[in-house]
């Protein structure tokens, strides 16, 4: 007996020196008892012929990228999802009134909602939880930055509108198992700016949304559809294309008024196609790039470079035809004086005798000089000039051709006048409908994008 109390006594500072072993927090309990019989792979209905109900929400975030040669966009969203797990149910009471928790999103059952347009995921930061509150109901937000396919339309630009849609439905639940619904109204979702990024090149519109069922191998797929509906503001564009574009079509245009027989006006017309060259190859980054169409503005380079090789082939006609009138008034004024003063043939000698015989007419008048008219046709009746002339005949004859020398002098002159004055009316009349073809294309693309921006 006395050996027993013996045994209790030494072994009561023993049981005191053993730690007591730690209670489980409410928290680690819940979740433990959830998760213990949970099965993440079968959907979470009691009754297996109960509908489970997926709610969709989306706030846009901003649009990152607007790809026309690949026809895709970059957006970030966020994103959320709200369904019932009928599996994740307590009593707050039992747990010391936790009424909502946290879960890994890997542990429970996930719907298999896809975006149907997806086509790469961006940079977004994995969200591996959920939760879930007392009744079951599971949030899952989360932000995602993703790549659409998007048939975007690029003609209007920079003054273009898109509407690029995200539309979510399951992969292989039939309605019957799964739905999709609207956590907001549509209304509400559609008018959604707050957390829009607004100062960027894109402008949101609106966010409409519908929901439809397509019947497909004798089964209903529900799915949600929203439209992301953006405009482009075009100032960054204007500025730095439309504007420099149209300073150097009004500086050709200005260069009309320089002088045609100047010779710089060609040199000038070829600078600024130059100049509009280089200014078109360093731009060609800032255009976008399509495979399909081309977009007006990519049109309106193309054509103001040919409106410019147009003044120029406009400016070396009229120039050539100047010149060249100029040659020909030259040259046939130096033979005929040559002709006159040198001819050797029958003809050219019986014609200078002539227009001599007509100067002694014309003297004769004056009483100073008496001429016999018969020596005219005794010249015509010579085959050619056999002797010399004599020293009375040799003197009018030099006067003569002095007199015709100085007529031809001044016949050139005024040719030549009479020419380039024709040549400044067919450079004016050229010019006028250059002016006309410019103003009613400058006309029609700027109603096409005024009615595009105002739209």
Same mark, same amino acid.
């Given at each position: 007996?006395?050996?027993?109390?013996?045994?209790?006594?030494?072994?009561? &500072?023993?049981?005191?020196?053993?730690?007591?072993?730690?209670?489980?927090?409410?928290?680690?309990?819940?979740?433990?008892?959830?998760?213990?019989?949970?099965?993440?792979?079968?959907?979470?209905?009691?009754?297996?012929?109960?509908?489970?109900?997926?709610?969709?929400?989306?706030?846009?975030?901003?649009?990152?990228?607007?790809?026309?040669?690949?026809?895709?966009?970059?957006?970030?969203?966020?994103?959320?999802?709200?369904?019932?797990?009928?599996?994740?149910?307590?009593?707050?009471?039992?747990?010391?009134?936790?009424?909502?928790?946290?879960?890994?999103?890997?542990?429970?059952?996930?719907?298999?909602?896809?975006?149907?347009?997806?086509?790469?995921?961006?940079?977004? &930061?994995?969200?591996?939880?959920?939760?879930?509150?007392?009744?079951?109901?599971?949030?899952?937000?989360?932000?995602?930055?993703?790549?659409?396919?998007?048939?975007?339309?690029?003609?209007?630009?920079?003054?273009?509108?898109?509407?690029?849609?995200?539309?979510?439905?399951?992969?292989?639940?039939?309605?019957?198992?799964?739905?999709?619904?609207?956590?907001?109204?549509?209304?509400?979702?559609?008018?959604?700016?707050?957390?829009?990024?607004?100062?960027?090149?894109?402008?949101?519109?609106?966010?409409?949304?519908?929901?439809?069922?397509?019947?497909?191998?004798?089964?209903?797929?529900?799915?949600?559809?929203?439209?992301?509906?953006?405009?482009?503001?075009?100032?960054?564009?204007?500025?730095?294309?439309?504007?420099?574009?149209?300073?150097?079509?009004?500086?050709?245009?200005?260069?009309?008024?320089?002088?045609?027989?100047?010779?710089?006006?060609?040199?000038?017309?070829?600078?600024?196609?130059?100049?509009?060259?280089?200014?078109?190859?360093?731009?060609?980054?800032?255009? &976008?790039?399509?495979?399909?169409?081309?977009?007006?503005?990519?049109?309106?380079?193309?054509?103001?470079?040919?409106?410019?090789?147009?003044?120029?082939?406009?400016?070396?006609?009229?120039?050539?035809?100047?010149?060249?009138?100029?040659?020909?008034?030259?040259?046939?004024?130096?033979?005929?004086?040559?002709?006159?003063?040198?001819?050797?043939?029958?003809?050219?000698?019986?014609?200078?005798?002539?227009?001599?015989?007509?100067?002694?007419?014309?003297?004769?008048?004056?009483?100073?000089?008496?001429?016999?008219?018969?020596?005219?046709?005794?010249?015509?009746?010579? &085959?050619?000039?056999?002797?010399?002339?004599?020293?009375?005949?040799?003197?009018?004859?030099?006067?003569?051709?002095?007199?015709?020398?100085?007529?031809?002098?001044?016949?050139?002159?005024?040719?030549?006048?009479?020419?380039?004055?024709?040549?400044?009316?067919?450079?004016?009349?050229?010019?006028?409908?250059?002016?006309?073809?410019?103003?009613?294309?400058?006309?029609?693309?700027?109603?096409?994008?005024?009615?595009?921006?105002?739209?």
């Amino acid at each position: 007996m006395s050996l027993i109390w013996l045994m209790l006594l030494l072994s009561v &500072p023993v049981a005191v020196c053993v730690p007591e072993k730690p209670r489980r927090s409410a928290l680690n309990q819940l979740t433990r008892s959830l998760l213990r019989s949970y099965d993440c792979g079968v959907r979470p209905v009691r009754n297996w012929t109960s509908l489970t109900t997926v709610y969709l929400d989306l706030i846009l975030q901003s649009v990152l990228e607007v790809d026309g040669k690949t026809q895709s966009i970059t957006t970030s969203i966020w994103y959320r999802q709200i369904w019932t797990d009928e599996f994740l149910v307590w009593d707050p009471e039992e747990f010391d009134g936790i009424s909502e928790i946290s879960l890994s999103s890997d542990a429970i059952w996930i719907p298999d909602v896809i975006v149907s347009e997806f086509v790469d995921s961006g940079k977004a &930061p994995p969200i591996p939880y959920v939760y879930v509150n007392s009744s079951g109901c599971v949030k899952n937000y989360r932000p995602m930055q993703v790549v659409l396919a998007c048939s975007l339309e690029m003609y209007a630009f920079p003054f273009d509108k898109q509407n690029c849609s995200l539309t979510f439905r399951s992969w292989l639940h039939s309605v019957k198992e799964i739905d999709l619904a609207l956590w907001r109204s549509a209304e509400a979702i559609a008018n959604d700016k707050r957390q829009f990024m607004n100062d960027g090149e894109w402008e949101l519109l609106s966010v409409p949304s519908r929901y439809w069922t397509i019947h497909q191998d004798d089964t209903d797929y529900a799915h949600i559809q929203f439209n992301v509906l953006i405009r482009r503001r075009p100032l960054l564009y204007v500025v730095g294309l439309l504007i420099p574009s149209i300073f150097l079509m009004l500086v050709d245009v200005m260069s009309f008024y320089l002088p045609l027989n100047s010779g710089t006006r060609i040199t000038f017309k070829i600078s600024i196609l130059l100049g509009y060259t280089v200014f078109r190859v360093n731009l060609t980054d800032d255009l &976008p790039h399509t495979a399909v169409n081309t977009p007006l503005i990519g049109v309106f380079f193309a054509v103001c470079m040919a409106m410019l090789m147009l003044s120029l082939t406009k400016s070396i006609l009229v120039v050539k035809l100047l010149h060249h009138s100029e040659k020909e008034v030259k040259q046939m004024s130096v033979s005929a004086c040559l002709l006159d003063k040198y001819g050797s043939s029958a003809q050219s000698f019986s014609e200078s005798v002539l227009t001599s015989t007509k100067t002694l007419d014309y003297l004769n008048t004056t009483g100073e000089y008496e001429v016999d008219c018969s020596l005219d046709e005794d010249l015509l009746s010579l &085959p050619e000039a056999s002797s010399a002339p004599s020293g009375l005949d040799w003197l009018l004859q030099e006067l003569v051709c002095l007199r015709e020398a100085f007529s031809q002098d001044d016949s050139e002159s005024t040719a030549h006048s009479d020419w380039l004055n024709l040549c400044c009316k067919l450079d004016l009349f050229l010019f006028r409908c250059y002016l006309l073809v410019l103003a009613a294309y400058a006309t029609t693309l700027l109603s096409l994008w005024a009615s595009w921006s105002f739209a």
